[in-house]
Structures are given as C-alpha cells and as structure tokens.
C-alpha cells in the first residue's frame, strides 16, 4: 500500500512546516491513497504446506513447555503483511500443539476466536466449563469474553488452526485479556453438539448448558461431513457445495465478527469463480487440489492452510478425489459494517 504523502512540494516549506507544528495535513496530497478508486491490500495469497510446517510445529512442543508459552502456537504471517501477526489485514491464525496430559491454563479475552483441528486425538476445549472434544476437522468457537482452556487425554501431539480476529479488534484499541489461572476440570463431560443440537432444525425447547448466549460451540467433523457428502449427491455439476456454520437458534453467523464454511468438491470439479469484500483463510479437511486466487495458483492437499485476500477471485478445483476444505472470514463483521459486497463472475 502506498506510503501517505503528507506534504505538498508546490507550497512553500514554511506553510508545511507551519502545518506540521499545528498537528495538520493536508487531505489534498493523501486522498487518494485513504480513498484509491481500486480495492487494495497489501495481503498476497499464501500456502502454509502442512508437510512443511508439521515438522516445526512438532518442534515446538519440543522445545517451549507449555508453562513458558501458555499458549503453544506458531503464527501465520502474510508475506505481504510486513512481518505483522496477521494472515490478512483483519484475521489472525495459528496453529496450536498441545501435547498428551498438557493443559493449556484458562483465560478469556475481547477477540473472538475459533479453532479447527488438524491432527491427533483426545485433546479437548472447555469453554466457560463446557467440554469440547477435540477431533480432526472439528470446530470449535470460544466467542468474545467467554473462558476456555484446553486440555489433553490421549496419547499423541494434537495440532489445530486458531483463528482470530486479533488485528481487527488492535485496530479498534480493543484487544484485552484476563490474567491466565489454572484450567479447571470442565463441569459437563459433552457439548451441546452431542445430545441437545444432534439434528439441523431441531433446537432443545430448554438446554441443560450455561446461558452464553451462543449455544452451539462446537460442530463435530462427522455431522458436517455427512451433511457436505448428501447436499453434493443432488447439487448439479457447476454449482458449489457449500454449508455456513451457524447459531441453529437464530441462523445468524457463530459470532458477531466471523463466520466460518465448509466447502465439499467432487472430483475434478471447479468451483464458479467469486470474490467478496470479507477476508477467507481455507483449511483443506481432505483431498488434493488447487486454487486461483486472484492472479496466483496455489496447490493443496490435505493440512494445508491458504489464504484469500479481500476482492481476490476464488475458484477451487479438486483432483481426482474429492475434496473438503474448511475456510473462516470476516463477513459478519463486514455485513455489520455495511461494508460486504460480493460479485460471482460472469460464465
Ligand atoms: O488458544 O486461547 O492462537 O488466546 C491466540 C490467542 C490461541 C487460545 C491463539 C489465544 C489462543
Ligand atoms: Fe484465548
């Protein structure tokens, strides 16, 4: 993105500096960098391949105990970012390890947070005393201000994608978090995933869980499958099979700043090209296949994690297999703003 031009060369240096004395700047030497008649962002595309990044996350867990680092994670920073802690301009994401018999103490904080499991077994989230199992391609939210910690009782490294809204909450001065305490023993041994919200339209005329409100915090990877595999038996070729995680109580995204999706591709098939004003990080659940964003191809397979700046172009196309992708944005936030627009390309 352009620097700022905050003095205009034409004018004499001592109204400049005059200017700058008095804490002043001209608009007329910036406006179009504030305003440029182009959507613009100095995010690029990005692969993070998880044959790459396993190895360094696993090392990780080797190297940093967990009461040093509190929270385990290795960020990922868009290239184009400038070193910043952020994947776009407005979303941060990590991947956590956290290793059998850990604990990850407990804390809760402004920014809203989600997390979608990579790998391993037995490892879980409590949020606000409620536990969430943890299994590959599971997620999980812990909304604004609400307590989590995160546990492990199997027997192997367990890896998930964290996704944040960190940077847009920095933007607003309004990130805060509480001082960590010791994870507590969760107070249930299921989440409402498991016995009160089992079924898509179905919502328990009264829940056994803590009012939050936000009563769905946990979407199991089998039920979500499932549902992406019928839905792609009747889609017709050329349209994309997509589902939004949501609040089955209200049909409103999970959480007032991100949304998430899951996204199923049958073999060989290319998604219609769109691009949207929210930002979209991708994780791939299954499969091998390749993306276009904007002018870049990125290829993918399984644990991968890609990343979509604003106003880029999509398309997706699976191999031969089938493919699964998990993506998280910043389209509630957007919306809220006013600020979401999306167009689909003209075929
Ligand atoms: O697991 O609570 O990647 O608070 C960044 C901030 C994870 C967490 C992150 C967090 C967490
Ligand atoms: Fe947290």
């Not at 979303?91 to 947070?113: D, K, M, N, R």
């Not at 990579?118 to 391609?137: F, I, L, N």
């Not at 001065?173 to 498991?194: F, L, N, V």
């Not at 870049?296 to 700046?309: H, I, M, N, Q, R």
Request: charge should be negative; proline fraction near 10%.
């Amino acid at each position: 993105m352009d620097a700022l031009v905050t003095r205009d060369a034409s004018l004499p240096a001592a109204y400049s500096d005059a200017l700058d004395t008095l804490a002043l700047a001209p608009l007329w030497t910036a406006l179009h960098t504030l305003l440029p008649n182009e959507r613009t962002t100095p995010a690029v595309p990005h692969v993070w391949r998880w044959r790459d990044v396993r190895p360094r996350v696993l090392e990780a867990a080797r190297l940093v105990p967990m009461e040093q680092a509190e929270r385990r994670v290795l960020v990922l920073r868009n290239p184009g970012l400038g070193g910043a802690y952020a994947i776009t301009s407005s979303l941060f994401a990590g991947l956590q390890v956290i290793l059998p018999g850990e604990a990850a103490p407990s804390h809760h904080h402004t920014p809203a947070a989600l997390r979608l499991i990579v790998e391993g077994h037995g490892a879980y989230t409590t949020v606000e005393g409620v536990k969430c199992a943890m299994e590959p391609g599971d997620l999980i939210i812990t909304p604004p201000m609400r307590w989590h910690d995160h546990g492990h009782e199997g027997s192997e490294p367990v890896v998930w994608l964290d996704g944040l809204d960190i940077p847009l909450v920095r933007h607003f001065d309004a990130a805060w978090a509480s001082k960590m305490r010791p994870a507590q023993p969760p107070a249930t041994a299921t989440d409402p995933s498991q016995d009160e919200l089992t079924a898509s339209g179905l919502v328990p005329r009264q829940s056994r869980y803590p009012r939050t409100g936000f009563p769905q915090v946990r979407w199991p990877w089998t039920t979500v499958r499932a549902a992406l595999e019928r839905l792609a038996a009747t889609t017709p070729a050329g349209q994309a099979v997509t589902l939004r995680y949501v609040d089955p109580t209200t049909g409103a995204a999970p959480m007032p700043t991100m949304g998430a999706e899951a996204h199923w591709l049958r073999p060989g098939e290319r998604t219609p090209a769109a691009r949207r004003t929210s930002s979209e990080i991708f994780h791939v659940i299954e499969g091998r296949g390749r993306s276009r964003v904007g002018d870049s191809a990125l290829d993918w397979e399984k644990g991968d994690t890609f990343v979509a700046p604003p106003w880029h172009w999509i398309a997706h196309e699976a191999h031969e297999a089938p493919a699964a992708l998990f993506s998280f944005t910043d389209e509630p936030a957007l919306r809220a703003l006013g600020l979401y627009q999306e167009e689909a390309a003209s075929s």
